[in-house]
């Protein structure tokens, strides 16, 4: 293993919320601030969290956390460019200024609700990293491409195809790869444990194909339908370093049992 790599035991887990389209300024206000007080000081060495708040409350969630950097915000969204005629778009520099250090790339709703494609998700991979973002990249295949059999297939288009431009410096200090079956998400249907250690396996065993023994300090985290009563037993399994979170982010009770769990 090279100089200075993470092995799994150094490794904190990423807890992250995406809270998509809700909550105003206040309310994200109100909300990391629970959050951040039922959990400062009680939060285990080897944790980090990051919440991913509307554009406009970026800022609300930031004051929350300022000065303390396990806890993080970030964009749930970036357009690849520095600036320009780009009419209701946002660059990595803004999300930087906006005190985001963190950017979600290809989320599935993304992918399949605004129609972005893996073209599109390894633009803004790149562009977030070269900015000094570092980037959730999230795949997950469909119930369909799962019942296929394309499951291979898929994780390995999706990944290769985001990190095509990212090498290996890059991919280990900026990218986290977060597994989100889209049949899992939002739907109460939580992936089980065979299939969660199956696929992250599988995604880990690309991540090394393509970095090689970096590939192992590379975050995977497990996304879709995590609640408080199954966060603890998923990230207790192989290749699990977090999860992203997006319903039971919602409120603060319930994600801090989460970050706690
Ligand atoms: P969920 O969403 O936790 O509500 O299933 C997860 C996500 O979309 O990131």
Known sequence: MPIGAITGD???????????????????RTTSRKLFDATESVLPEGREVVVFPP???????????????????GAQDVYPAVEGAFTGEISPHMLLDAGCRWVLVGHSERR?????????????????????????????????????????????????????NINQNMASEYVAVAYEPIWAIGTGKVAGPEEILETHALIRSLLVERYGELGHSIRILYGGSVKPDNAGSI??????????????????????SIILA
């Open 235 to 256: 990230m207790g399994l192989d290749n699990v370093d977090g999860v992203l979170v997006g319903g039971a982010s919602l409120q603060a009770a319930s994600f801090s």
């Open 55 to 73: 554009f406009t409350a970026l800022q609300a969630v930031d004051m929350s956390f300022v000065g303390h950097d396990a806890y993080q915000v």
């Open 112 to 164: 399949h609700v605004l129609g972005e494609d893996d073209a599109l998700v390894a633009q803004k991979t790149l562009f977030s990293i070269e900015a000094g973002l570092h980037v959730i990249l999230c795949i997950g295949e469909s119930l369909e491409e799962r019942e296929d059999g394309q499951l291979a297939e898929v994780m390995k288009r999706q990944l290769l195809s985001a990190l095509e």
């Open 10 to 28: 150094e490794m904190k887990k990423l807890i992250a919320a995406n809270w998509k389209m809700y909550k105003t300024f206040n309310e994200a």
